[in-house]
């Protein structure tokens, strides 16, 4: 991986698993064009995650797209995977990609 872009998770000793919210997620998609361009990568070296329709610019330029713990349909719709609960599975579907 060259180059990752996401809030920061904190995982406390009780398990509780927090954020840090670095920016605003309504940009995504031209935040991943920027990526695209920098690196010049082709859509099936492009992974994605989300669960909002905020995410929805970044499915559409990921070869993998992942909805996970969401009922949005609008969100479900647009990935090529949906995961619920836990997300162990997250890992195999990425490495086995």
Not at 16 to 33: C, F, Q, R, Y
Not at 49 to 63: C, H, K, M, N, Q
Not at 74 to 92: F, M, W
């Amino acid at each position: 991986m060259d180059d990752a872009l996401a809030n920061d998770l904190i995982d406390d000793s009780e398990g509780n698993l927090t954020a840090i919210i670095k920016s605003s997620g309504h940009n995504k998609g031209p935040v991943m064009e920027g990526m695209i361009e920098k690196y010049n990568l082709s859509k099936n070296e492009i992974a994605a995650v989300g669960d909002t329709v905020v995410d929805i610019p970044t499915f559409e330029r990921a070869g993998l797209s992942v909805a996970v713990n969401t009922e949005d349909e609008r969100v479900i719709s647009k990935a090529n995977y949906h995961l619920k609960g836990d997300l162990s599975e997250l890992t195999k579907l990425i490495l086995n990609w």
